[in-house]
C-alpha cells in the first residue's frame, strides 16, 4: 500500500482534474517503483488517455513539449508535473507507425495507445507500475510488483531488441540497479554486451541529461565503476580508452567527492565535476619536454572539451566556468608577490582549490600546495605574509613555466 501522504499533491491534484474531466490518469514509473521500494521519489509523472492538446486545454497553465516524445508540462507557482499520454510501443499493429532508423533505434514515439499498450513501452518492468491515488489501486505490469520483492531489473520483452530501439536503456538498467539495489537480469546483462556499443549513436543532448542522472544524483562512483564493468564509461566519458593511474584516480576521487557533497547538502554542478574529470586529459596534451607549455594548455582546453562534447553537449554555461578553473590551476601553483592575493580573490577560486586537493589525494603522494593554500584562505593578513615570505626563504622557485605536474602524468 502506497501511503498518499508521500505524494506531491499537485500531482494528484492533476490526477484529480483529469479524472473529473473523464479521462484516465494515474501516477507512473519512478514515483510508484520508489514509493513501493521506500524511497523519496524524485518526481512525479502523470499517464493518462488523454491527448496533449486535451490536457492543455485542462490546465492552463501548462505547456506542451518535446518533438521525439510529446508530452504537457503542467506547472504552478513552484512546481511543475510531466504529464504523458498513454502510447502504443512498437507491438505488430503499429509497427510501421513508429519511427525508426536503420539500426532499429526510435527517432519519433508520438502514436497513442491505451494503458495496456503504454505498459509494454516501457522499458523494465518495475517502471511499468501505475497508481491511482484516489482509488489507490496500482495497475500496468502482471510482473512490476514482482519483481519489485524480487529485487531485479527486468526488461519488457527482449532486451536485445529493446536496447536496440533505445540503447540509453543500457545505462537505466544500471542506474536503477545500483539505486534501488537490485540485482540486473542476466538477460539484459547480455544485451549491454552486444548493444551498448549503440550508446555512440545517441545524442549528445540526451546524454548530458543522463550524465547528470548517473554523476549527480549521489551514486556517482557506484556507477562508474558497473559503467566501467560493463566498458560503457567511454560513453560518458570522453579521456582516451587507456587511462593512466592519475587519471582514473582523478575520476574516482571527483565522483567521491560529489557523492559526498550531497551528502552534506553542498551545492554540486556538472560543470565542476567535467572539469575534473578532463584535466587529466588537458595537462598530457600540454605537455612539451616534461614541461607544461602555456601555449598548449590554452589550445588544448578547447580541444579536450569539444572532444567531450561530442559524447554529452557541455551547456554553454559551464565552458567559460570549466576554462576558469583549469586557468586557475595554473595560478594556484604560482604563489609570488600579490599573486595569491589575486588568486584568492577569483570567484572561482574555491573551485579551483578543491580540484587541487582532487588533484593531490589521485597522485597518492604527499603534497603540501593544498595545505598551503588552505592556511592561506583561512588566516590573516600576518599569517598569509608569512606563507609567502616563507616560500622566498625556502627558496622555493615558482615560475610560470615550471608547474610541479610531473606526479599526474603517465
Ligand atoms: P528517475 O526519475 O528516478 O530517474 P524514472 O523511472 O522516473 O526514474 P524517467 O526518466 O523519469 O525515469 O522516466 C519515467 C518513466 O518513463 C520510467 O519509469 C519508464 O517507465 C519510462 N521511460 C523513461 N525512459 C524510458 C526509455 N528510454 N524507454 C522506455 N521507457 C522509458
Ligand atoms: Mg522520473
Same mark, same amino acid.
Given at each position: 500500500?502506497?501511503?498518499?501522504?508521500?505524494?506531491?499533491?499537485?500531482?494528484?491534484?492533476?490526477?484529480?482534474? @483529469?479524472?473529473?474531466n473523464?479521462?484516465?490518469?494515474?501516477?507512473?514509473?519512478?514515483?510508484?517503483?520508489?514509493?513501493?521500494?521506500?524511497?523519496?521519489?524524485?518526481?512525479?509523472d502523470?499517464?493518462?488517455?488523454?491527448?496533449p492538446?486535451?490536457?492543455?486545454?485542462?490546465f492552463?497553465?501548462?505547456?506542451?513539449i518535446?518533438?521525439?516524445?510529446?508530452?504537457?508540462?503542467?506547472?504552478?507557482?513552484?512546481?511543475?508535473?510531466?504529464?504523458?499520454t498513454?502510447?502504443a510501443g512498437?507491438?505488430s499493429?503499429?509497427?510501421?507507425?513508429l519511427?525508426? &532508423?536503420?539500426?532499429?533505434?526510435?527517432?519519433?514515439?508520438n502514436?497513442?495507445?491505451?494503458?495496456?499498450?503504454?505498459?509494454?513501452?516501457?522499458?523494465f518492468?518495475?517502471?511499468a507500475?501505475?497508481?491511482?491515488?484516489?482509488?489507490?489501486?496500482?495497475?500496468?505490469? +502482471?510482473?512490476?510488483?514482482k519483481?519489485?520483492?524480487?529485487k531485479?531489473i527486468?526488461?519488457?520483452?527482449?532486451?536485445?531488441?529493446r536496447?536496440?530501439?533505445?540503447?540509453?536503456?543500457?545505462?537505466?538498467?544500471?542506474?536503477?540497479?545500483?539505486?534501488?539495489?537490485?540485482?540486473?537480469?542476466k538477460?539484459?546483462?547480455?544485451?549491454?554486451?552486444e548493444?551498448?556499443?549503440?550508446?555512440? &549513436?545517441?545524442?549528445?543532448?540526451?546524454?548530458?541529461?543522463?550524465?547528470?542522472?548517473?554523476?549527480?544524483?549521489?551514486?556517482?562512483?557506484?556507477?562508474?565503476?558497473k559503467?566501467?564493468?560493463?566498458?560503457?564509461?567511454?560513453?560518458?566519458?570522453?579521456? &582516451?580508452?587507456?587511462?593512466?593511474?592519475?587519471?582514473?584516480?582523478?575520476i574516482?576521487?571527483? @565522483?567521491?567527492?560529489?557523492?559526498?557533497?550531497?551528502i552534506?547538502?553542498q551545492?554540486?554542478?556538472?560543470?565542476?565535476?567535467?572539469?575534473?574529470?578532463?584535466?587529466?586529459?588537458?595537462?598530457?596534451?600540454?605537455?612539451?619536454?616534461?614541461?607544461?607549455?602555456l601555449?598548449?594548455?590554452f589550445r588544448?582546453?578547447?580541444?579536450?572539451?569539444r572532444?567531450?562534447?561530442?559524447?554529452?553537449?557541455?551547456?554553454?554555461?559551464?565552458?567559460?566556468?570549466?576554462?576558469d578553473?583549469?586557468?586557475?590551476?595554473? +595560478?594556484?601553483?604560482?604563489r609570488?608577490?600579490?599573486?595569491?592575493y589575486?588568486? @584568492?580573490?577569483?570567484?572561482?577560486?574555491?573551485?579551483a582549490?578543491? @580540484?587541487?586537493l582532487?588533484?593531490?589525494?589521485?597522485?597518492?603522494?604527499?603534497?603540501?600546495?593544498?595545505?598551503?593554500?588552505?592556511?592561506?584562505?583561512?588566516?590573516?593578513?600576518?599569517?598569509?605574509?608569512?606563507l609567502?615570505? &616563507?616560500?622566498?626563504?625556502?627558496?622555493?622557485?615558482?615560475?610560470?613555466?615550471?608547474?610541479?605536474?610531473?606526479e599526474?602524468?603517465?
Amino acid at each position: 500500500m502506497i501511503d498518499n501522504k508521500k505524494i506531491n499533491k499537485f500531482s494528484i491534484s492533476i490526477i484529480k482534474d @483529469l479524472q473529473k474531466n473523464n479521462f484516465q490518469a494515474y501516477l507512473v514509473g519512478g514515483c510508484v517503483r520508489d514509493l513501493m521500494c521506500g524511497l523519496e521519489p524524485k518526481d512525479f509523472d502523470i499517464a493518462t488517455d488523454a491527448t496533449p492538446e486535451q490536457v492543455r486545454k485542462i490546465f492552463k497553465a501548462s505547456r506542451i513539449i518535446g518533438r521525439r516524445f510529446k508530452l504537457v508540462h503542467v506547472f504552478n507557482r513552484s512546481e511543475l508535473i510531466e504529464v504523458a499520454t498513454f502510447r502504443a510501443g512498437d507491438d505488430s499493429s503499429n509497427n510501421n507507425n513508429l519511427i525508426k &532508423d536503420t539500426s532499429g533505434k526510435i527517432i519519433r514515439d508520438n502514436i497513442w495507445g491505451d494503458l495496456e499498450q503504454d505498459t509494454y513501452r516501457r522499458d523494465f518492468t518495475v517502471n511499468a507500475l501505475y497508481y491511482c491515488p484516489i482509488s489507490q489501486k496500482i495497475v500496468g505490469h +502482471k510482473d512490476g510488483m514482482k519483481h519489485i520483492h524480487e529485487k531485479s531489473i527486468v526488461s519488457i520483452g527482449d532486451p536485445v531488441k529493446r536496447f536496440s530501439e533505445d540503447p540509453v536503456r543500457s545505462l537505466r538498467a544500471i542506474r536503477f540497479s545500483n539505486k534501488l539495489n537490485f540485482k540486473i537480469d542476466k538477460d539484459i546483462k547480455e544485451a549491454i554486451y552486444e548493444k551498448g556499443h549503440l550508446l555512440s &549513436d545517441i545524442s549528445n543532448a540526451r546524454l548530458f541529461d543522463e550524465f547528470c542522472k548517473i554523476f549527480l544524483s549521489g551514486m556517482a562512483e557506484k556507477n562508474f565503476n558497473k559503467l566501467s564493468s560493463y566498458g560503457l564509461s567511454k560513453y560518458l566519458i570522453s579521456t &582516451d580508452s587507456e587511462r593512466s593511474e592519475f587519471t582514473t584516480n582523478l575520476i574516482v576521487e571527483s @565522483l567521491r567527492n560529489t557523492d559526498k557533497r550531497l551528502i552534506n547538502g553542498q551545492s554540486i554542478t556538472p560543470g565542476f565535476l567535467i572539469a575534473a574529470l578532463l584535466w587529466p586529459g588537458l595537462i598530457e596534451r600540454s605537455l612539451s619536454k616534461g614541461e607544461i607549455n602555456l601555449r598548449k594548455f590554452f589550445r588544448s582546453m578547447d580541444y579536450v572539451l569539444r572532444n567531450q562534447q561530442k559524447i554529452t553537449a557541455v551547456p554553454r554555461k559551464f565552458q567559460s566556468y570549466i576554462k576558469d578553473i583549469w586557468v586557475l590551476q595554473l +595560478k594556484l601553483h604560482s604563489r609570488i608577490g600579490k599573486q595569491p592575493y589575486k588568486t @584568492l580573490k577569483h570567484p572561482r577560486f574555491r573551485a579551483a582549490y578543491d @580540484l587541487l586537493l582532487l588533484r593531490e589525494r589521485a597522485t597518492n603522494k604527499k603534497q603540501d600546495l593544498g595545505k598551503w593554500w588552505t592556511d592561506f584562505q583561512k588566516n590573516d593578513e600576518n599569517i598569509k605574509k608569512a606563507l609567502i615570505n &616563507d616560500l622566498k626563504e625556502k627558496n622555493i622557485q615558482e615560475t610560470p613555466k615550471i608547474f610541479g605536474f610531473s606526479e599526474e602524468l603517465r
